[in-house]
Every structure is written in structure tokens, then in C-alpha cells.
């Protein structure tokens, strides 16, 4: 797309003018912290039950997680699913996932779901490599760029799956999301990229506050007490702009703050756009890291007060063959790998759940090598697993002063 | 391939001149009659449990029912499986699945299973329009011709997966079953097409007579209680043929006999077949009728004395869309529909499992419009659960004695 300078409109003003927003029936309760680092425990209370935190929400894009019906997700350990506006929003329309009763009624699940905005989407259909960047992909020329313009209204762009043209405006994205129905909705942002100027990011993150007011005020609208809204945190690669875009969210009514946004080019980088945002932000709402979820990325920004995380890669992973293990090199084996073939162990005996334990990996390698699509459901399982149990394992440790050896098992550098 | 002529070789002698061979660890008990037909209820009694027959044995072609974990199965009310012989030698081999502890073990499925020869992929290798014929099936060119020869040793063919040579006689059929490890095995046959002379089908049926007398030499010699073995009526769209095969089967020491070849071009054809067949082989001993499963298919079949039916439909048709449903024009619902889009009602809310009463159909249709994999693994398991509902209330009309106003309900005319 052509990329359109900004317009210069006034940044939104320090103070909300709004009318505050109370969630009577969510709450946010932290009833431990880190002596050594920010790491807390909290619960997160919602209308569909309770989540301890730190946690990681499982991702079911287009209301289904990859291969498993919503038991088997359950059976793994998994407390929270997190569903994608943007796909909805075109397959099977927002109007018809409320016909069906809204998310949790459609896709029969019973814990909390948080959907994001749309501003992801946005951005890796307007800016394809910058997505593929953020995400270690190779850019995919196939998917096209479906987005014909960002202005301050919103983003317009046209549906993958007719051609049809769709808009996505702060109040719109409210609109879409209350009909979806989960607990947690996100207001709408742009989504910049790392290469672009600082100048452009800033002007994107004013934006982005701006769309956040009105987002407030649109969800406000209709606030009936069974949702509650994530404000976000952009500011790309600047420090000033991360802090600043921190301390905007917590000047807003939000319930949650998410952080969003190209995180730069490698690790450390990340680490750094994480750790400039978290003293800023309201220190007594709950904070999401949007779309990462390394074990290491998991243990570095618990330590940074990360409460929630989400990531597809457990998911999309386990289609290619890979399954998730603690303390493994790359942190995951690959059982298409030929050594598997007539290895009779299980992935992981001692995880209590039959995909790990009651099959071996020579077995799932000969599913990965005839094409049964059972060999995505088994690994697609056994990953959210193993992000269940290195969340609970995570929890104890915080709880026991013990993250550092914790790491070392989970982590080898 | 060249169709040869079959070696005029005297047919296998009238008795059989092998050892007895008995089944101590295998039963079959039937315990009831129809007083109208030749239906019956019986116990066939395994090494992995006991299975109610007139019963439906789902398939599970590559060591895996499609979609489906092995609980999954079991709840959806499934008491049999069948393997294929032909998929498993060529990946991952029959001595893979042996160092992976044998088909039960490495598949984690605790009741009884049965393999077929690899007959029928001879066959359907051979002569892909033949099998088309017996399958409807559109000829696809892209699956090769890899057989090569068969002779009265057995047949010679190529692998699928990487071209090397294999051979299939009733000995190495065996031996690979021995290694697969299911509870029944079948002997080697050549399965032939409906068009072809009735001096080649008989030739045809003579060797298979052969080697069913080699398969059982073979089988006998590593004999060890673990498993019991079917023999195979064969003798085409011939009456006289179909009478003499089924009469020979009976001289043989099987412990069961299964029905295969081809059935002819339609339904009435198809009775007629399987009719000749019936009076003249072991009454009591278990019959299966290879590769059958509409419910008039298994209604009218049922009331000719088979015991076992087999299909892969219940879970090829899941994969695109279609939900079987007693009572529904063609047997089924094809959830692929716009009808269903905004459709509430779950699929079938009585059948007592969640995939056929905990998701509506609108989400079923919704997963298939967004290639979302558990729309197939919800239908798969609805599928699987429907056949074995049926074969539920299929043994409890014959002992009421109401099948025929169960038909009625289970098939529209």
C-alpha cells in the first residue's frame, strides 16, 4: 500500500475526557511479587472463571484451535483462548458468530477468550515483509495486500475471501467484538513496523491513542458489564515514544494493557522495548504481550511483570512435525527427523496427558510420514501442554524464589 | 498392467491336506437367530475383549483412523479396526510397527483389529478403473499403476513411496501380519474386476484357493494363539463361481470368512452376490463383507447372516463435509451447505457424544469454509459414533425382532 503520512491532528489529551469505565463483574487480583524482578502472581477474574497468572492464552484464530476440539484443549491444561477479529470479522461475519450464540456458545468453550483488534492484521496485509519480520517468516507473495488505506477514520481493506470492501474503524472494531462476545476485547491500533522513521511512528502511536479514546467511548456505548477492554501499547523501536505510549494506557479507563508492535530484529532488542514500556504502564492491571511465546521470551518478560502471553508457533509448529520439550536445543524436537523412526518412548511420560505419554515418537513419526493429520492433532496437544505446564511450573517458581534454575531446565542457551 | 493368463494349475484338492489348525484364544458365539431372515447375534470373542456382532469395523488404513486419536474412537462407540496390510509393509514397514511393539501398542488401541491381505490393493493397483468401478470412484490417473506382475507365486508391484520392488505371496502376507500383530488376518487373494471373463475369474478364484491353502501352511508354521485367520470368498459376478469359492472356504480350517472381489455395477446386483454366497460357507464361523458400509448396504446384509461390515466412507466423507444421518436423503447432510450457515442446532443432540451435540451445525459449517481441521475431526468422530449407533440398534431389533421398521427409520427409499 502506499504508505500516507499521518494527518497532524492534535495528540490526544493527557487527561481522558470520557466517562470512567467500571468492570464489576472482572478483576485483577496480584498477591505475590518477585523479590529479585517485577514477576508477580495474580489472578485474573472473569465472567468464565478464573485464570492464575502468569499464563499463556492459547491462540484459536478463526474460533477453533488448530486440530483440537475444545476438550482436548481443556485436557491440556489450557485456561484462555484469544480469536482474531479480523478473520471473523470476514469468515463467518461477526453477525453470524452472534446468531450462534457468540464465541463461547460456537466453539463450546467454557474459559475465558480475549479477541484482538484487527490492528495486527492491518498491518501484515498492508506491509507483508514487515509482518514476516516481526514473525521470522519468509515473505509469502501469495497472501497479497488486501489493505488499501489507513487514515484517521480507520483502515479500509478488502476481504481475502470475496473482494469485498470492509472498514475498520475504533468503533467498528467495538462493534465487531461485542457481537463476538469474549471476555476481553482490544481496542483498535496501527501496527508499525520496525524499518519505518521515527517521525511516522509517532505519529502512528498519536493515532493509535486517539483510536484508543474513541475505542473507550464506543465500547462504553454498549458496556454492559460482560466484557472487559485492553488498551495497547505501541511506540515501535523508540524509547521515548514506548515510555510515552506506556504512560498514555494508564492515564485511560482500559481494564488490561497490552503491548504491541514490532518488537525490533532480535532478542534483545525485545527485551529492551518490553522492559522501557513496563515501569510506565498501570502497575495494577493486568499486561499482555501480544503474539510471543519463546520459553525464553516467556521467562524474561515474567520477570518484566508480563502477566499473559499468546503465540501461534505451539500450534502451527505441531503441523510440521515439531513438538515443544523442556530443556531441548531449540527448545522442541523434530519428529519428522529419520532418528525417530523406531524410537519407542514417548515424548514425555510424565506429563499426564495421553498424547504425551501413550504414543510413541516413532509411531507419530510414521503419521507425519503417511500424511495422518492425527500426528498434528497429537503434537498440536502435547504443545499446549507444554506451555500449560511451563506456566504452572513458572507460578510455583515465582512463588518459591527458584525462576532462575527453573530457566536453566527449560532454557539452554 | 499385462493381464496374463493364469497358469492351468490343478485347483487346491477338495479336502484340505494341511494340518487343523484351532483357535483357543477366539470364539464366536452367536446366541440368536431372526426367525424371518438369516440375521444373527453373536460374541466374537478376542484376545483384545469381545465384540457384539452384527458389528462395523472402522477403518484405520495407515495405522491411524482418520483424524481421530484412538479415544476418540473408543468414545464414539467403535469396538473394531481394521488395517491395511498393503499401506503399512511400504511405510513404515512391517518391522517397524514389530520394534514399535505391533499394531495394538504403537496405535494405543486396546480392542481387537484386523489387517487385510493387500488383495485388494493388488487389485485396485493393478486395474485403478476396476476399483473405481467397485468404489464410484472417478479413474485418477495420479496414482499409478505400480503393479507389475502376478503370478501363481504372488504379486510383484513398486512402492508408492519410493519405487523399490516388493512382492506379495500368501507366505510374506502372512509373515507381515505376523509382524503387524492384529488379532485377525486375511489371506492373500486376487481381487477381480466385474468386466473381465469368466474363465479368467475362475482361473482367478482357483489360485486364490491356492493360496489360501498356502496362507493358512503359512500361517500355521509360526502359529502362537495371538491371532486367527480369515479366509476369502472371491468367484466375481458368477453365481456358480461365488457357490463354489464360498463352499470351498468352508473344507478350510479359517476361523472366519470374508466376502470380497467385486460386487457388480448396482445394488440389486450387489444382494445377489453376496446372497450366493451365504448358504454355502461355514455357518459358524464370523463373516465380514469387505468393504461395505451404506446403511441399506449393512441393513440388507445384515439379514443375509454378516456378521462384520467394513467402509472407509464414515470418515472419507467427513473429511468433506458430510454428516451421516439416519433417515436423511442419501444417508447424510452435506454441512458444506449455505443452508447451515446460521444454523443453531447441533447435528444430532440424542447420539450422546459432544461432537454431534455440543457444536451446531453453523459452526460445523463455518470450520469448513475456513479450512479448519476439527470441522473434519468432529465429523469423523460423528461419523464413527453414527455407524456404531446404528449397529446398537441393529442387534436390538433382531432380538425384537423389528428391523424391518428400523430400516424404515434409518433409510429413506
Redesign the interface.
Known amino acids: 500500500m502506499a504508505r500516507k503520512k499521518h494527518k497532524k491532528l492534535p495528540p490526544a489529551p493527557d487527561e481522558y475526557q470520557g466517562a470512567d469505565i467500571q468492570y464489576p463483574n472482572f478483576s485483577f487480583d496480584i498477591y505475590h511479587r518477585d523479590d529479585k524482578s517485577r514477576a508477580r502472581l495474580g489472578r485474573l477474574n472473569t465472567p468464565h472463571g478464573t485464570v492464575e497468572t502468569p499464563n499463556f492464552i492459547v491462540c484459536g484464530t478463526?474460533?477453533?484451535?488448530?486440530?483440537?476440539?475444545p476438550?482436548q484443549v481443556k485436557e491440556a491444561g489450557a485456561d484462555f483462548i484469544l480469536a482474531n477479529t479480523y478473520?471473523l470479522m470476514i469468515?463467518?461475519g461477526a453477525d453470524?458468530v452472534q446468531?450462534?450464540?457468540g464465541l463461547h456458545k460456537?466453539?463450546?468453550w467454557k474459559g475465558p477468550m480475549l479477541t484482538d483488534s484487527g490492528g495486527f492484521q492491518i498491518y501484515s496485509m498492508g506491509d507483508g515483509t514487515d509482518a514476516d519480520e516481526i514473525k521470522g517468516r519468509n515473505y509469502n507473495s501469495k497472501r497479497g495486500r488486501s489493505l488499501t488505506k489507513i487514515t484517521e477514520e480507520g483502515a479500509a481493506f478488502r476481504s481475502y475471501k470475496d473482494g469485498s470492501k470492509l472498514f475498520l474503524s475504533p468503533e467498528s472494531a467495538m462493534e465487531i467484538q461485542r457481537k463476538l462476545g469474549p471476555d476481553f476485547v482490544v481496542q483498535l491500533d496501527e501496527c508499525t513496523a520496525m524499518h519505518v522513521s521515527e517521525q511516522y511512528t509517532e505519529d502512528s502511536m498519536h493515532m493509535s491513542h486517539r483510536w484508543g479514546d474513541r475505542s473507550l467511548e464506543a465500547f462504553n456505548k454498549s458496556h454492559d458489564g460482560t466484557q472487559a477492554i485492553y488498551g495497547v501499547v505501541q511506540g515501535g523501536v523508540f524509547q521515548n515514544l514506548r515510555e510515552q505510549s506506556a504512560a498514555f494506557t494508564a492515564t485511560r479507563p482500559f481494564f488490561g494493557t497490552a503491548i504491541g508492535g514490532t518488537f525490533g530484529g532480535n532478542f534483545d532488542q525485545f527485551f529492551e522495548i518490553v522492559s522501557w514500556c513496563m515501569p510506565h504502564i498501570a502497575q495494577d492491571r493486568p499486561v499482555h504481550l501480544l503474539g510471543i511465546g519463546t520459553f525464553k521470551d516467556i521467562f524474561e518478560c515474567v520477570r518484566l511483570g508480563i502477566d499473559t502471553f499468546d503465540c501461534v508457533s505451539p500450534t502451527r509448529i505441531a503441523r510440521h512435525g515439531w513438538a515443544l520439550m523442556k530443556g531441548a536445543p531449540g527448545e522442541r524436537l523434530n519428529l519428522r527427523n529419520a532418528k525417530y523412526?523406531?524410537d519407542?518412548d514417548p515424548i514425555w511420560p510424565e506429563l499426564g496427558i495421553?498424547?504425551s505419554s501413550?504414543?510413541?515418537k516413532?509411531?507419530i513419526?510414521?503419521?507425519f510420514?503417511?500424511n495422518?493429520?492425527?500426528g498434528?492433532?497429537?503434537l498440536a496437544q502435547h504443545n499446549i501442554a507444554v506451555m500449560a505446564h511451563l506456566m504452572r511450573e513458572i507460578r510455583k517458581a515465582i512463588k518459591e524464589n527458584t525462576l532462575d534454575e527453573l530457566q536453566k531446565e527449560w532454557v539452554i542457551e
Request: glycine share 8%; net charge positive.
Open positions: 478463526k474460533a477453533s484451535v488448530k486440530a483440537l476440539n476438550m478473520h469468515q463467518p453470524t446468531k450462534l450464540g460456537m466453539m463450546n523412526a523406531h519407542q495421553p498424547c501413550q504414543f510413541s516413532g509411531y513419526h510414521h503419521l510420514k503417511a495422518e493429520s492425527l498434528g492433532q497429537l
